[in-house]
């Protein structure tokens, strides 16, 4: 029994997931709480990220009732983090980027955090952004075809665990122009890709 997910949350980070399982998973998922699609966008640079993310904060903010201190933005990097965090704050919206050593869930604004400081986390609105400079393309040339396979598989599990930090709301933004085998695959039955 999920109490932290909704249905529509857990079902879409299920589907991403398939790619990347260990073990074949035969067990039915219960859900108490349901609510809207998760979303994938493509965008094309940071200004338009930082803008998407900005309207979807507010957004999902004043639709679920809650402050803005209710969203939390999960990056791949610190570098990314930092970026976003910087973004927000230009455009209006109070945001501090934080690592795991650094982590205040009491502040106001919202919290900009690597997707591995996340894990054990929930928050009721979260997007997953900030891969517009792969981390994965320099270190995949170095390597065979089995390891890419490998680190593809464990990048995937850490977006999943990502992904179901979501309690009511979630995001996926990805690069508009050579998004990788990391930031595809969300199935439509799962998702709301819009222009993504």
Not at 11 to 23: F, V
Not at 121 to 138: H, M, N, R, W
Not at 139 to 167: C, P
Request: hydrophobic content about 40%; some cysteine; charged content about 20%.
């Amino acid at each position: 029994m999920n109490h932290r997910t909704t249905q529509e949350v857990g079902e879409a980070a299920q589907s991403y997931l398939q790619e990347g399982i260990l073990d074949e998973d035969n067990i039915e998922r219960l859900y108490i709480h349901t609510g809207p699609l998760p979303v994938v966008r493509a965008v094309a640079d940071r200004p338009s990220e930082g803008s998407l993310l900005a309207q979807f904060c507010r957004t999902a903010a004043r639709e679920f009732r809650l402050g803005i201190g209710a969203c939390a933005i999960l990056t791949p990097t610190e570098k990314s983090g930092k970026n976003i965090a910087g973004q927000l704050s230009y455009l209006g919206v109070e945001a501090t980027f934080m690592t795991s050593r650094e982590l205040n869930l009491n502040c106001k604004g919202v919290k900009v955090l690597p997707l591995k400081a996340a894990k054990g986390l929930e928050f009721p609105i979260v997007a997953i952004a900030g891969f517009l400079d792969s981390p994965f393309s320099a270190v995949t040339k170095k390597l065979s075809d089995e390891e890419i396979a490998e680190m593809l598989a464990r990048e995937r599990r850490t977006l999943f665990v990502g992904m179901t930090r979501a309690m009511r709301a979630l995001m996926v933004l990805v690069p508009a122009h050579q998004p990788g085998s990391l930031l595809q695959d969300f199935d439509p039955q799962f998702w709301n890709l819009g222009n993504a």
